[in-house]
């Protein structure tokens, strides 16, 4: 895998959004999960620099947007 690329699930753990693994295979399930726009399943979905990820429940924290250092 390249360095600049990053799993959706792992996102979702370092951005603090889900506590675990099961966790994020619920919000998957669920379809409450955006990426660019559009309702991703996959918790592999490879993300890049510029890629929106937004959280589409009750109270949710702001979008993330994945960004190369």
Do not use: F, W, Y
């Amino acid at each position: 895998m390249r360095e600049d690329v990053i799993r959706l699930g792992q996102l979702l753990k370092l951005a603090n959004l889900v506590d675990q693994g099961s966790d994020t295979k619920e919000l998957l399930a669920a379809e409450v999960v955006t990426v660019n726009g559009e309702v991703e399943t996959r918790r592999g979905r490879q993300l890049v620099a510029g890629d929106v990820v937004v959280l589409l429940v009750e109270h949710a924290p702001p979008p993330v947007r994945v960004v190369q250092e």
